[in-house]
């Protein structure tokens, strides 16, 4: 057994004592001690046998002991314990979004809840909520999660496909006999939603690849297992291909397996207009040494195309000819412009949320909770927004290195005005307008309501604008082309809110809208401070939008976003 399966099995065990309402300090207890045995750097069993296991922080006798039972039966018998006693439909709930172990325990103890179709049922019915500490967000959350499943079977969103992969790609990477594993597949085209997860692996030794990744708890069915490819399926559903090549073709493969499909048909016509063949294996006929997939493009006479662009949406012509745009990234970010705080219906504090800015390397971070007719998310009116302004200021005096803005996100009421008195909003340093509530309004209402926003002098930013959530609810019924058209006149920005199942405006939209002239802002809508790093998925759609830095607003120093948002709307874009 590998230090990573140990690990395993002890960061399953903190999940079951959980669930089973053991003492939590010995969940807390068994992740340190797997966290422990991962970072060894020598084979546990012998670490444990010669003795050096003892007196290391973080192992007590009682963990000592486990890992004994361990090296000695390759079990642990308090897991095994657990592993009878908790029902399996329990655990798969811990593989929806927003659902942790105490909350299972919950749905399992309190309400008797033993598998998903259970548990859906009784947060239909409102039953969630009438446990002590949990209440009617999270039954919002388990309905929202066990939609998704269904609106989208057997595709999963991007941004619990990407974690995943990169967790097994973590664990392949650190075997042996890997040389080398990567990413590829839709993930690594960063689409939004997803149908597998395709790792490749350069190995001269692909069976004890495969035979370690076969053992992995995180697994529970094996589909396939042969010499070059292994299928799996994670515990949560999502399939997860591994593919084994030689080293010496890994390129191609990876290429290959990256896709898309269109994709690879295009570059296979240019290998054989060029007397070759391009398949997983190489270039057929063309001699080159081709190590790295920049060598596979540069032999067809193509600079490297960025993953996020390979989907024969013109990203072949445009290199040919020397015009792919240079691709915003994470790093150019320099502030986000749309978050909340616990003044609505957030969890952080500004000073919380301010530090995680800072370690993020932000010069500024807009502070936008909602208005007072969301009561729900006990929206602000102006004498609270007053208040909180008074906090910023304070806390801007420190002189911290992220600045705050002073912004709101304002509801568009259902007859298109604004849930807040003009003067009101002309006080803020940023306004964030958003759709909240008309989802089954008329395209022609939905679209005057968003225009009076478009057209109102005081609102910069246009928040997630087609209100769709991936795999749960689809897009208002709104004109978005025209949508676009009016806000590049107007000058408004129009958000690529980052949140994972909201990707919205998505990708199609983004390119239409900056390719006629628009800016974005590439916001996370973040309502804790773990949220901030959403910005990733909205980086990866803006990039999937073929946004150059320049078209993105947030990639502004400081200076230049506030002498941006000091010019009148109309004279935004022009002057940008
Ligand atoms: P997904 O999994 O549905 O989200 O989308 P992909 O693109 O990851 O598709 P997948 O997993 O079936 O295959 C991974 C890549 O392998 C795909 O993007 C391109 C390549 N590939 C698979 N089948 C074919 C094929 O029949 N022809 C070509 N040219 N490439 C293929
Ligand atoms: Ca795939
Ligand atoms: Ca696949
Ligand atoms: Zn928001």
Same mark, same amino acid.
């Given at each position: ?25 010995? /969940?807390? $207890?068994? #992740?340190? =001690? *797997?966290?422990?045995?991962?970072? &060894? +750097?020598?084979?546990?069993?012998? !670490? ?96 929202? /999660?066990? $939609?998704? #499943?269904? =609106? *989208?079977?057997?595709?999963?969103? &991007? +941004?619990?496909?990407?974690?995943? !992969? ?411």
């Amino acid at each position: 057994m590998t230090n990573y399966e140990a690990a395993w099995l002890f960061l399953e065990l903190a999940d079951r004592v959980e669930v089973a309402g053991d003492n939590p300090f010995k /969940a807390v $207890a068994y #992740r340190k =001690a *797997a966290r422990l045995l991962e970072g &060894l +750097g020598e084979p546990f069993a012998e !670490a444990w046998a010669a003795g050096r296991l003892r007196d290391r922080p973080g192992i007590g006798e009682a963990i000592h002991a486990k890992i004994g039972e361990l090296v000695q039966t390759g079990t642990i018998s308090a897991l095994e314990r657990l592993r009878r006693e908790i029902p399996p439909g329990v655990m798969d709930m811990l593989t929806l979004p927003g659902v942790g172990p105490r909350h299972a325990r919950n749905f399992w103890k309190v309400l008797g809840l033993e598998d998903l179709t259970a548990l859906q049922e009784a947060a239909e019915q409102g039953r969630l909520r009438t446990v002590k500490g949990l209440g009617p967000k999270l039954e919002l959350a388990v309905l929202r /999660a066990i $939609a998704q #499943r269904d =609106a *989208a079977p057997g595709r999963q969103l &991007l +941004g619990l496909a990407l974690p995943l !992969a990169r967790d097994l790609r973590e664990s392949l990477a650190r075997q042996p006999a890997v040389e080398r594993v990567e990413i590829a597949g839709s993930i690594r085209r960063r689409a939004e939603l997803v149908g597998d997860v395709d790792l490749v692996v350069a190995s001269e030794a692909p069976e004890e690849v495969s035979d370690f990744f076969v053992r992995m708890p995180s697994f529970r069915e094996v589909t396939a297992q042969g010499p070059t490819r292994v299928a799996v399926v994670h515990q949560g559903g999502l399939p997860v291909d591994l593919r084994l090549v030689e080293p010496a073709v890994f390129a191609a493969a990876w290429l290959h397996l990256t896709g898309s499909k269109e994709h690879n048909v295009r570059l296979r016509q240019r290998a054989k207009e060029r007397g070759w063949q391009l398949n997983d294996y190489g270039l057929t006929g063309s001699g080159f040494s081709l190590p790295e997939e920049e060598d596979l493009y540069r032999a067809l006479g193509l600079p490297f195309i960025p993953p996020e662009l390979r989907e024969d949406r013109g990203e072949i012509e445009a290199a040919e000819k020397g015009e792919l745009p240079a691709l915003v990234e994470e790093s150019d970010l320099r502030g986000d412009l749309h978050v909340h705080s616990e003044w609505s219906d957030g969890t952080a504090s500004l000073r919380e949320l301010r530090e995680a800015a800072a370690r993020l390397g932000y010069e500024y971070l807009a502070v936008c909770d909602h208005s007072r007719s969301l009561a729900v998310a006990r929206g602000l009116d102006a004498e609270r927004l007053r208040a909180q302004r008074r906090e910023i200021e304070a806390l801007n005096a420190e002189g911290h290195p992220v600045y705050l803005l002073a912004g709101v996100e304002v509801d568009i009421l259902g007859d298109g005005r604004l849930d807040l008195e003009d003067e009101v909003l002309a006080e803020m340093d940023l306004v964030v307008a958003s759709l909240h509530s008309g989802f089954r309004q008329e395209p022609e209402r939905l679209l005057a309501r968003a225009a009076a926003a478009l057209r109102h002098p005081h609102v910069d930013i246009l928040a997630h604008p087609t209100g769709r959530l991936l795999g749960h609810r689809p897009p208002y019924a709104l004109d978005v082309p025209a949508l676009i058209e009016l806000a590049v006149e107007t000058g408004t920005i129009l958000e690529v809110n980052a949140t994972p199942d909201r990707l919205d405006l998505c990708d199609l939209h983004v390119r239409r809208f900056v390719s006629a002239g628009g800016l974005v802002a590439v916001n996370t809508d973040a309502h804790s401070t773990e949220h901030l790093v959403f910005r990733e998925y909205g980086v990866a759609t803006a990039r999937r939008g073929w946004c150059r830095a320049r078209q993105v607003l947030n990639t502004r120093s400081l200076p230049d976003l506030l002498a941006f948002l000091a010019r009148e709307k109309g004279r935004r874009f022009s002057s940008a």
